[in-house]
């Protein structure tokens, strides 16, 4: 299978973040605006979001904001600073 046809995603820093589905039709927002917008983004009954327990993000925002990524190599690649903590040892 090609990679763009490949589907899958990864969460490069998965510590205390989930996938959840969005069981119901409350009224909840993404906790991230695109920017210029001026709005957050309603969160619709089973819309697939990360969810930390304290914060959602819509998928959209999720991989704009690279909490989320579809490189499966992301872990071999310079490791986005905003994302990832620092290597222990630089030498
Ligand atoms: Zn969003």
């Given at each position: 299978m090609s990679p763009s046809h490949d589907r899958r995603l990864y969460?490069?820093?998965?510590?205390?973040?989930a996938i959840k589905?969005?069981?119901?039709?409350?009224?909840e927002y993404c906790h991230a605006k695109f920017p210029g917008d001026e709005h957050y983004h309603l969160l619709v009954g089973g819309e697939l979001h990360l969810d930390n327990g304290e914060q959602k993000y819509c998928l959209d925002c999720a991989l704009r904001l690279e909490m989320l990524t579809a490189d499966r190599m992301y872990w071999q690649k310079g490791r986005a600073a905003n994302v990832l903590p620092p290597p222990d040892n630089e030498t």
């Amino acid at each position: 299978m090609s990679p763009s046809h490949d589907r899958r995603l990864y969460v490069p820093h998965p510590e205390n973040w989930a996938i959840k589905t969005k069981a119901s039709f409350d009224r909840e927002y993404c906790h991230a605006k695109f920017p210029g917008d001026e709005h957050y983004h309603l969160l619709v009954g089973g819309e697939l979001h990360l969810d930390n327990g304290e914060q959602k993000y819509c998928l959209d925002c999720a991989l704009r904001l690279e909490m989320l990524t579809a490189d499966r190599m992301y872990w071999q690649k310079g490791r986005a600073a905003n994302v990832l903590p620092p290597p222990d040892n630089e030498t």
